[in-house]
């Protein structure tokens, strides 16, 4: 989609409503019509088809071609989670201070460039790890760069769309959810196909992927000085103080409150499918298990977010982590129960079942309202530190968690901590980020600043 001048309109892109005032950032003008909102979920699309046509066998390489030990393996599998959810703020100031479309470009190229380390790193007789290893971070951090990225133009979208008609429907972000798992649903099986040809082929083809990506959005994204969504204009005053988000003390509780949530929602890759096969599932039950959630979050994703639109976004909040703490103190409540391995196994689809729920609610509603704590400043930040509180959440929560759910210890106390320790934060999270919510809307009102 070429974005072409019309002499009776104004241009599709951020343009100041008059002269800029003093720490106020350009309005997002974003025509609801011009703005590019299929590309936007076309490319989130398109993201997780590439990212889910390669990163889940990355660990059946690191096993077979590398013979690395299990610990090994994590750890590597740790350092591409890092390089990206760890360095998400970086990538929101750096969308900030260059612009959106200039960061996911640059992204989708250290993306491309690492899927095709990746792929060289077996080229040789002998495969060489270190390459590989530096493959992964780089794919790690292609993710850090356009996430953000897009998370401001999608935000930008959405400022726009709620200005020019009634509020009460589904958030962009719901969407971003929805056309996000259609690609995580159709990479993998992808890259099933492909494997065929070896694990090199499959990275190769993940790399012209997203060379094809970034192409396409060049040529589709906004141009231009004024449409680098999310630059603050205050004549440069922000340039010496490149992290103003960190001292947005209400912003940086909020944050810490919604980790949570990707803690929570974390389980599904960890502790949940430890207690599946605890409760004696076979291995083809943990393959149902994402199957399942794939369903529920195409399902009821768009359904659930009217609802959340219908009843405001701190009841939104409230509800869906109450949801995902329900699932785990299920669990708990059952841990103390003499169930069956059948009804243990139904236990722990109920609970999935209710943390995906419990995301589907929190999680589209929590991204969609960052803009109220970014009002006068540059919203890149905002997204990155949201999502790298998170992923700090879960590199601390997913070593106590796992390590109480394999402990040696007996008894009640010992079935019921892991759970009760994942149920917490949320319910604490339930608690509190609705009153912060709120109260950063009151307080921009009271500053004059319009609450969105």
Do not use: K
Not at 28 to 40: D, F, I, N, Q, T
Not at 219 to 238: K, N, S
Not at 324 to 336: I, K, N, P
């Amino acid at each position: 989609m070429q974005v072409r001048h019309q002499p009776a309109r104004r241009p599709a892109a951020l343009v100041p409503d008059g002269p800029p005032r003093r720490g106020v950032m350009r309005a997002a003008r974003l025509p609801a019509e011009r703005s590019g909102v299929p590309v936007l979920l076309g490319t989130q699309l398109l993201f997780n088809v590439g990212f889910y046509a390669v990163v889940p066998f990355l660990a059946l390489v690191l096993t077979e071609d590398f013979r690395l030990a299990g610990a090994a393996v994590g750890l590597v599998l740790g350092l591409r989670t890092f390089a990206q959810q760890g360095m998400f703020l970086a990538g929101g100031v750096l969308a900030d201070r260059f612009g959106a479309r200039s960061i996911i470009l640059l992204g989708c190229a250290v993306r491309a460039t690492g899927f095709f380390t990746l792929a060289a790193s077996l080229w040789p007789a002998v495969p060489l790890l270190w390459l590989f290893v530096l493959g992964t971070v780089l794919t790690g951090l292609g993710g850090a760069l356009f996430s953000p990225g897009l998370n401001t133009l999608v935000a930008a979208s959405e400022a726009d769309r709620a200005r020019s008609g009634p509020r009460r429907r589904v958030t962009l972000f719901a969407w971003l959810s929805f056309t996000g798992e259609i690609g995580a649903v159709v990479g993998p099986l992808l890259g099933a196909v492909l494997l065929d040809w070896g694990f090199a082929m499959v990275a190769v083809s993940g790399a012209g992927f997203f060379a094809a990506i970034g192409m396409l959005l060049w040529r589709t994204l906004p141009t231009g000085e004024g449409r680098r969504v999310g630059r603050a204009d205050d004549g440069g005053r922000r340039r010496g103080r490149p992290w103003p988000v960190l001292r947005d003390r209400r912003f940086v509780a909020y944050a810490a409150l919604h980790s949570a949530d990707l803690l929570a929602y974390n389980q599904l890759y960890l502790t949940l499918p430890l207690e599946l096969r605890g409760a004696g599932a076979a291995p083809q039950t943990v393959g149902l298990l994402f199957a399942w959630v794939s369903i529920l979050i195409l399902v009821l994703q768009l359904p659930v977010a009217r609802v959340c639109a219908r009843i405001g976004a701190p009841a939104a909040l409230r509800a869906g982590y109450a949801t995902g703490a329900t699932g785990f103190l299920g669990l708990a409540g059952a841990a103390l129960l003499p169930l069956s391995d059948g009804e243990r196994t139904a236990a722990v689809l109920a609970a999935a079942s209710l943390v995906t729920l419990g995301h589907l609610i929190a999680n589209p509603t929590a991204l969609s309202i960052v803009p109220r704590f970014a009002d006068g400043h540059a919203s890149g930040s905002y997204f990155g530190l949201l999502a790298t509180f998170g992923g700090l959440a879960v590199l601390v929560g997913n070593l106590v968690s796992g390590g109480l759910l394999g402990s040696p210890a007996t008894g009640p106390a010992a079935a019921v901590l892991p759970w009760c320790f994942l149920a917490l934060p949320l319910v604490l999270a339930a608690v509190l980020a609705p009153r912060v919510v709120v109260a950063a809307t009151t307080g921009r009102r009271g500053n004059g600043t319009p609450s969105q």
